[in-house]
C-alpha cells in the first residue's frame, strides 16, 4: 500500500504562482513514475499536466509547458511549481504514483483557485 498527501494549493490570483508538494509513504519503489493531474469540473476524468520518472525525465501537458515546473526531490517526493497561473488553472490537483510494476496509487487532491 502507498499514500499520498498533496498540500500547497489555495487560492491565488491570475498571474500569480504557486508550489504543490506530494509526499508518497509506505511500500514505495525507487524506480517509479510520479505525475500530476487535475481534474476541473467535478465528476470528469482527470487529465495530465505534468510526470516526472525515477531518472529525472519530464513530460508535460501544452498547457502546463513554459509555465508549470515538475521536480522531485527523491523517490517518494515530488512537486510542482505553477507561474502565470490562469482563471482555467483552477482545479483539483491530484498525485499519483506509478511504480514499474505493481498498482498505481492517488492522493486525495489539493484545491487551487485562480481568481481574477
Known amino acids: 500500500q502507498v499514500q499520498l498527501v498533496e498540500s500547497g494549493g489555495g487560492l491565488v490570483q491570475t498571474g500569480g504562482s504557486l508550489k504543490l508538494s506530494c509526499v508518497a509513504s509506505?511500500?514505495?519503489?525507487?524506480?517509479?513514475?510520479m505525475g500530476w493531474y487535475r481534474r476541473q469540473v467535478p465528476g470528469r476524468q482527470r487529465e495530465l499536466v505534468a510526470?516526472?520518472?525515477?531518472?529525472?525525465?519530464t513530460n508535460y501537458e501544452p498547457f502546463a509547458r513554459g509555465r508549470f515546473t515538475v521536480s522531485r526531490a527523491n523517490a517518494s517526493t515530488i512537486f510542482l511549481e505553477m507561474m502565470n497561473l490562469r482563471r482555467e488553472d483552477t482545479a483539483a490537483y491530484f498525485c499519483?504514483?506509478?511504480?514499474?510494476?505493481?498498482?498505481?496509487?492517488w492522493g486525495q487532491g489539493t484545491q487551487v483557485t485562480v481568481s481574477s
Open positions: 499519483k504514483y506509478s511504480p514499474t510494476w505493481g498498482n498505481s496509487y
Open positions: 509506505g511500500d514505495i519503489l525507487d524506480v517509479n513514475t
Open positions: 510526470a516526472i520518472d525515477a531518472g529525472g525525465a
